[in-house]
């Protein structure tokens, strides 16, 4: 009997599971695990055991990066601070999955490093502190957070020119469908948005070139808009702010003539349109 290439093996496990795992009975099974993470950098680190990296692939949290290295490190600064910490393994999470991870699931827990020492953060200053380490956290986590509570997969989108991809299965069973695009809006009382909001304005030329840029790698173009229902002067130091935000999703394809006319005019062989000869 012929072996069966490891790629294909993976990919039937990964089905597998994807179509028999409930979701909801992971988080339940993570939540006592009481994890523990550190801010390195521009990322979160975890520390942990094969179990808990098997959970979050399945919940799709994270990527496997680090090496023994890493996870030495995270380890040791974690262990003295006190924080429980089990397995060799180091998963990096970006800063919207770490902060969805604490404040929406109260899966997580994180630090950050002060004079040497890790130090843990509640969920308000986990806030302040990632939207020092990135200046548009605030709207990439508003998207995330969005896109993540309506059952879609939210990914990275810098390979692709926009903000994120979402994928509707596991990213190993499926190509993401969508690429999402944020675009702030004025508040809506008529003041000036935040300067670490604003962004350069979307003409028609740049919006032709991301849905071009969408239609190659067979994805379509998503504008999400965001904007602030209680004035861009509102407070921004807790997560609370999010109520305040107003979200509207836009969808844009192209249209092409040929493929949208009517069927009387489809049907009536021309309309002149090719009378001035030979193609050019």
């Known amino acids: 009997m012929a072996e069966v290439p490891r790629e294909q093996r993976k990919m039937k496990r990964w089905r597998r599971r994807d179509l028999n795992t409930n979701l909801l009975q992971v988080c339940l099974e993570l939540r006592p695990r009481r ?102 956290f605030f709207l990439l986590y508003l998207a995330y957070h969005h896109f993540r509570s309506k059952g879609w997969i939210p990914r990275t989108g810098l390979q692709y020119g926009c903000d994120l991809v979402l994928y509707q299965r596991h990213p190993a069973l499926a190509h993401s469908d969508y690429a999402v695009t944020i675009v702030p809006l004025p508040p809506a009382d008529g003041g000036d948005a935040r300067a670490e909001e604003q962004r350069p304005a979307m003409g028609w030329h740049d919006l032709q070139i991301s849905n071009r840029l969408a239609a190659q790698v067979s994805k379509k173009l998503l504008l999400f808009y965001v904007q602030d229902q209680g004035g861009g002067s509102g407070n921004r130091g807790t997560p609370r702010c999010l109520a305040r935000m107003a979200v509207h999703e836009r969808l844009v394809r192209r249209w092409v003539p040929e493929s949208h006319r009517p069927p009387a005019m489809a049907g009536s062989g021309g309309g002149g349109g090719n009378s001035g000869g030979g193609k050019r």
């Not at 692939?57 to 910490?85: I, M, S």
């Not at 200053?125 to 990135?134: C, G």
């Open 35 to 136: 994890l523990q993470a550190l801010i390195l950098d521009a990322a979160v680190w975890l520390c942990c055991d094969d179990e808990v990296v098997h959970s979050l692939d399945t919940l799709c949290f994270g990527n496997l990066d680090g090496g023994a290295g890493t996870a030495a490190y995270v380890r040791g600064l974690l262990e003295a601070a006190g924080a429980p910490v089990s397995g060799d393994r180091a998963v990096r999470l970006s800063l919207d999955e770490a902060f969805f991870m604490a404040y929406a699931l109260e899966l997580l827990t994180v630090h950050d490093l002060r004079g040497g020492a890790a130090v843990p953060l509640d969920t308000t200053a986990l806030w302040q502190r990632l939207q020092q380490l990135r200046r548009d």
